[in-house]
């Protein structure tokens, strides 16, 4: 039997949909980023948003988690219109979302341990020792164990990285946002990261959702994706990455995933 | 004793609460039944139970788990089994993670994958009394160092200035100039005017006493174009410009910007701290003759307006209530806070640190070190003049 926690709610079907979106069009003003976006992110994916640079990804994730309100279309959380939910609604869905900031975004006057002790003091209603203890758990995981006294600045960039991860895990949510994980990370860096991505994923059963253009990560990691063009200005192509490569007929898709030279 | 149950711990009546059972199916193995809901905010068992457990039989060598019965969990069973995990190692039991969920066993092999870096903890340790002090003098002698050594090097940077050979982008130099020079006259009005309004205020109360109102005239003048025109230009401009100053060089350290600079072979003293030197040199005393202005228009409007004095004859009494000198030495002055304003804000600027909350200490220091700066320099040369008999 496979074993029904927190993160996998009872018996799902391996394609049950968590985040639909459906014809949303981005655009700041009269300039328009991209049109007409439709893609379904299932349960347990890791779900990855490429494109060249400039075409309007990391705009997508913003839009996706409610710092940008779309000019047109919808997103779905499960069955909730995330975008015409009342505040508290919209609210309680964040609250199941971890994000990864691109340059981890750390609360720079805060240490490690206050960063990621932060929601959960807000959130819940836990004794300061319990948060203490998640807080290690979390800062454990990601490899930083007994760094909880440390400043951002203290610290290397990589693992900057790995402390926002912590931070975006100190909820348990059920969905992961990264925006540009390995951007500045050296290669085994972003091997590592890229592992711990997966194998949270593996244990946690949380959807993820990462912004990329790292084409080691997404072949390695991504089992779905959706391609941004910016002089289409819309999607010219999704589904698994490695099929994309082996079966897509766009060029401009080809030569993306092939690094300009297939 | 096979599979004698031991022990049942539950934190609630309910069937879904998390409970561990213990039970002892052989002499050394110690097997923990977990069950129920283990989510954060649940209410759990403590991993002393285990310690207990543990403590009571001695021959336990292996701890094994069974955890069909446990049907949803977070980061609450992880640190559970952590903590139980670490009492293991402690007493040379081993931990058997078979038993575990997936999941579970997979974190918590990642989480003890990497091992606490040696000397990663910081110590918190109370230094005692004096060498507290000790060490609050040294980096007192060091910031010392570390002004005259700036003071130094802006003074090189205007030589090279003068001498045609600083590198600094001349646009940069006009939009500084127009900053603190057009874009301050709003608050400077405001300020100045009211200073020399209430100047006036509180000498015609006493003046009037006298029957000598006139002599608000010369009081407002004097003490406008002598001292407050230039310390009220001073304190507008540190608050105002000084401020910016160190926060834009703060965030320009913040983001490299100044490295970038240095390892392009710019020196950031002439090209960052020299055209704000010399914007704010130039326009300090253009803005104290403005506010030395604004100060007797606003004791005329009091004297005028409320004292019955004629208009022809409050500036005939101000014009023979001052000389030249006087207006030297506001100007002298305000030329001297120009160079503290630009120094404090552009030393905190470049000396801050790289994170937001520096920039915010930086821009705070900077303000409080030119408002003093100022103050403790109208002292000294107030006494100066006065030993000079100006």
């Known amino acids: 039997m496979r074993l029904a926690h927190n993160f996998i709610i009872g018996q799902m079907p391996e394609t049950q949909p968590h985040i639909i979106v459906k014809d949303l069009t981005m655009a700041f003003g009269t300039f328009v980023v991209q049109?007409?976006?439709?893609?379904?992110?299932?349960?347990?994916?890791?779900?990855?948003?490429?494109?060249?640079?400039?075409?309007?990804?990391?705009?997508?994730?913003?839009?996706?988690?409610?710092?940008?309100?779309?000019?047109?279309?919808?997103?779905?959380?499960?069955?909730?219109?995330?975008?015409?939910?009342?505040?508290?609604?919209?609210?309680?869905?964040?609250?199941?979302?971890?994000?990864?900031?691109?340059?981890?975004?750390?609360?720079?006057?805060?240490?490690?341990?206050?960063?990621?002790?932060?929601?959960?003091?807000?959130?819940?209603?836990?004794?300061?020792?319990?948060?203490?203890?998640?807080?290690?758990?979390?800062?454990?995981?990601?490899?930083?164990?007994?760094?909880?006294?440390?400043?951002?600045?203290?610290?290397?960039?990589?693992?900057?990285?790995?402390?926002?991860?912590?931070?975006?895990?100190?909820?348990?949510?059920?969905?992961?946002?990264?925006?540009?994980?390995?951007?500045?990370?050296?290669?085994?860096?972003?091997?590592?990261?890229?592992?711990?991505?997966?194998?949270?994923?593996?244990?946690?059963?949380?959807?993820?959702?990462?912004?990329?253009?790292?084409?080691?990560?997404?072949?390695?990691?991504?089992?779905?994706?959706?391609?941004?063009?910016?002089?289409?200005?819309?999607?010219?192509?999704?589904?698994?990455?490695?099929?994309?490569?082996?079966?897509?007929?766009?060029?401009?898709?080809?030569?993306?995933?092939?690094?300009?030279?297939? | 004793m096979p599979n004698n149950k031991l022990t049942v711990v539950e934190t609630s009546p309910a069937g879904k609460t998390a409970k561990i059972i213990f039970e002892q199916p052989d002499r050394d193995v110690l097997l923990i039944i977990l069950d129920g809901t283990w989510t954060v905010g649940a209410p759990l068992p403590l991993a002393d139970e285990v310690e207990k457990q543990m403590a009571a039989s001695r021959a336990v060598r292996r701890i094994q788990f069974k955890t069909d019965g446990i049907s949803n969990w977070d980061s609450a069973l992880l640190t559970f089994l952590i903590k139980v995990a670490d009492g293991c190692s402690k007493n040379d039991i081993a931990f058997e993670k078979d038993g575990l969920p997936e999941?579970?066993?997979?974190?918590?092999?990642?989480?003890?994958?990497?091992?606490?870096?040696?000397?990663?903890?910081?110590?918190?340790?109370?230094?005692?009394?004096?060498?507290?002090?000790?060490?609050?003098?040294i980096r007192w002698r060091h910031s010392i160092d570390e002004t005259l050594a700036f003071i130094g090097e802006a003074a090189i940077a205007f030589i090279k200035f003068l001498t045609g050979r600083a590198s600094f982008r001349r646009q940069d130099l006009s939009l500084f100039i127009q900053q603190c020079g057009a874009d301050a006259l709003p608050i400077v009005t405001l300020i100045s005017l009211l200073v020399g309004l209430i100047l006036a205020f509180v000498g015609a109360v006493q003046l009037m006493m006298f029957g000598a109102q006139l002599y608000v005239a010369n009081l407002v003048g004097i003490s406008m174009v002598r001292v407050m025109g230039a310390v009220m230009a001073g304190i507008v401009m540190a608050g105002r410009t000084g401020a910016a100053f160190a926060a834009q060089l703060g965030t320009m350290q913040v983001n490299e910007e100044i490295d970038a600079l240095k390892t392009m072979g710019i020196s950031p003293m002439e090209f960052l701290v020299l055209p704000?030197?010399?914007?704010?040199?130039?326009?300090?005393?253009?803005?104290?003759?403005?506010?030395?202005?604004?100060?007797?228009?606003?004791?005329l409007i009091v004297g005028v307006g409320m004292l019955d004095i004629g208009l022809i004859q409050y500036v005939h009494q101000t014009r023979a209530a001052l000389n030249l000198s006087f207006f030297?030495?506001?100007?002298?002055?305000?030329?001297?806070?120009?160079?503290?304003?630009?120094?404090?804000?552009?030393?905190?600027?470049?000396?801050?640190?790289?994170?937001?909350?520096?920039?915010?200490?930086?821009?705070?220091?900077?303000?409080?070190?030119?408002i003093v700066a100022i103050i403790v320099a109208t002292g000294i040369i107030t006494v100066v003049c006065n030993m000079l008999g100006i």
Not at chain 1, 193 to 205: A, K, T, V
């Open chain 2, 103 to 137: 999941g579970v066993a997979r974190l918590i092999a990642l989480a003890t994958a990497v091992p606490e870096r040696k000397g990663a903890r910081k110590d918190t340790v109370r230094e005692p009394f004096l060498s507290r002090v000790g060490s609050a003098a």
């Open chain 2, 276 to 299: 704000r030197m010399l914007a704010l040199v130039l326009m300090m005393p253009l803005l104290c003759i403005y506010a030395d202005l604004m100060g007797v228009l606003g004791g």
């Open chain 2, 328 to 370: 030297l030495i506001g100007i002298i002055q305000a030329g001297i806070f120009g160079v503290l304003v630009a120094l404090a804000g552009c030393l905190r600027g470049m000396q801050c640190g790289r994170s937001a909350s520096a920039v915010g200490q930086a821009t705070t220091t900077a303000v409080v070190t030119s």
């Open chain 1, 35 to 262: 049109r007409d976006l439709t893609f379904t992110i299932n349960r347990s994916d890791i779900f990855i948003i490429m494109g060249g640079s400039g075409c309007g990804k990391s705009t997508l994730m913003r839009h996706m988690i409610g710092l940008i309100a779309p000019v047109k279309g919808q997103i779905f959380y499960d069955d909730v219109n995330f975008w015409e939910a009342e505040p508290d609604q919209r609210d309680r869905i964040i609250r199941k979302v971890g994000i990864l900031y691109q340059s981890g975004a750390l609360w720079s006057s805060m240490t490690l341990a206050e960063n990621i002790a932060l929601p959960l003091q807000q959130y819940t209603d836990l004794k300061p020792d319990q948060v203490r203890e998640l807080v290690t758990l979390k800062l454990a995981l990601v490899g930083l164990a007994g760094f909880d006294d440390y400043y951002p600045s203290e610290i290397s960039g990589g693992m900057q990285k790995r402390a926002g991860l912590a931070r975006a895990m100190a909820m348990d949510p059920e969905i992961l946002f990264f925006d540009e994980p390995s951007a500045g990370l050296d290669p085994i860096s972003a091997r590592l990261l890229d592992d711990l991505i997966l194998e949270l994923r593996e244990s946690l059963g949380s959807t993820v959702v990462i912004v990329t253009h790292e084409l080691a990560s997404i072949f390695a990691i991504g089992n779905n994706s959706v391609f941004l063009d910016a002089d289409a200005k819309t999607m010219i192509a999704q589904g698994d990455p490695n099929k994309l490569l082996a079966e897509s007929t766009n060029p401009l898709v080809h030569k993306f995933l092939t690094r300009g030279e297939g």
